[in-house]
Nanobody, 128 residues
């Protein structure tokens, strides 16, 4: 089993920054693909960024490319999402997700069903 706990959400004005954290526990081989997804009210959950833990390979969705950075600290079993130049359309609940396999090392996979484990989410609100 894998447990994921997100933190770091909050309210910020447009143009500001936030850093989200996802602390992971449990079997490492079940979480070698880590990701951040987000879901705004009335919208489907969408992928934001993925990282392949064993090779540090990252992918980003087009709306966040160049503004967000996903990274990891292996010693702390933590994945981060640094969000800069935030926009009101970034407002959403942000979820950390984990899955096993090498798929996220090969291409951008933002498919909910590929990730078996999910955190409870942390709210990000960006005001204009």
């Amino acid at each position: 089993q894998v447990q994921l706990v997100e933190s770091g959400g909050g309210s910020v004005q447009a143009g500001g920054s936030l850093r989200l954290s996802c602390a992971a526990a449990g079997s490492r081989y079940r979480r070698n693909c880590m990701a951040w997804f987000r879901q705004a009210p009335g919208k489907q959950r969408e992928g934001v960024a993925t990282i392949y833990i064993d090779g540090d390979v990252t992918y980003y969705s087009d709306p966040v490319k160049g503004r967000f950075t996903i990274s990891q600290d292996n010693a702390k079993n933590t994945v981060y999402l640094q969000m800069n130049s935030l926009k009101p359309e970034d407002t959403a609940m942000y979820y950390c997700a984990a899955g096993s396999g090498t798929y996220c090392a090969l291409s951008a996979i933002f498919v909910v069903d590929y990730f078996a484990y999910w955190g409870q989410g942390t709210q990000v609100t960006v005001s204009s």
